[in-house]
Structure formats: structure tokens, C-alpha cells
């Protein structure tokens, strides 16, 4: 049984930051992918980042790439999400997922059978 438990969501003003955390337990090394998608009312959860768990290889929506990082304590059983230089459409609920996708299906969320029950993130001035 994996566990997902999100926090750190918040209000903040465009260009500001916020870092994600998504409390995992029950992974193991066996193919697992962790991955952030975010939500806005009335549309699809939409891919942010995903990192896999195991070899630690991450992978990025073209809409965050070179703001958003994604990173994982295994230690600790935790993934972060940083996101930097954060823009009003980066305003949603986010959620961390956890599943065994294959590489070509990663941006998928019906790939992902556990998930947290999101944070709010808004960014507004």
C-alpha cells in the first residue's frame, strides 16, 4: 500500500516561489515513478514533473521546464517539487502521483494508481 500526503501549497505573487512536498511511503525500488500534475476546475490533470524513485531520472512539461524542479529523499521517503519564477496559469490544485509508467506514458495520469489529495497553489499579486 503507497501513501501520498502533499503540502506546502500557498498563496504567492507572480515571480515568487514555492517548494512542494509529497510524503511517500510504501515505495519500493521496484519501477516506481512519483509525479506532480496539477488541476483547474473543469479541466484535466495535467503533467508537471516526474522523478523516478529508484535511478532518480526526471522528466518535465515543456511548460515548466527551466522553473519547476522536481527531486526526491529517499531517506526520508519524500518527493519536493521547487518551483521558481511562478506565473498566474501556474494557479491549480497540484497532486502527487505514484505508479509504474513506462517512459513513453510518464505525462499520463491514468498511469499513476495512488494519489495525494493535492494543495492549492495560487499564484496572484
Known amino acids: 500500500q503507497v501513501l501520498l500526503v502533499e503540502s506546502g501549497g500557498d498563496l504567492v505573487q507572480p515571480g515568487g516561489s514555492l517548494r512542494l512536498s509529497c510524503a511517500a511511503s510504501?515505495?519500493?525500488?521496484?519501477?516506481?515513478?512519483v509525479a506532480w500534475f496539477r488541476q483547474v476546475p473543469g479541466k484535466e490533470r495535467e503533467f508537471v514533473a516526474a522523478?523516478?524513485?529508484?535511478?532518480?531520472?526526471?522528466y518535465y512539461a515543456d511548460s515548466v521546464k527551466g522553473r519547476f524542479s522536481i527531486s526526491r529523499d529517499k531517506a526520508n521517503g519524500a518527493v519536493y517539487l521547487q518551483m521558481n519564477s511562478l506565473k498566474p496559469e501556474d494557479t491549480a490544485v497540484y497532486f502527487c502521483?505514484?505508479?509504474?509508467?513506462?517512459?513513453?506514458?510518464?505525462?499520463?495520469?491514468?498511469?499513476?494508481?495512488?494519489w495525494g489529495q493535492g494543495t492549492q497553489v495560487t499564484v496572484s499579486s
Open positions: 502521483g505514484a505508479g509504474r509508467p513506462i517512459v513513453s506514458a510518464i505525462p499520463s495520469a491514468s498511469m499513476y494508481y495512488y
Open positions: 522523478i523516478r524513485w529508484s535511478g532518480g531520472s526526471t
Open positions: 510504501g515505495l519500493t525500488n521496484s519501477g516506481y515513478a
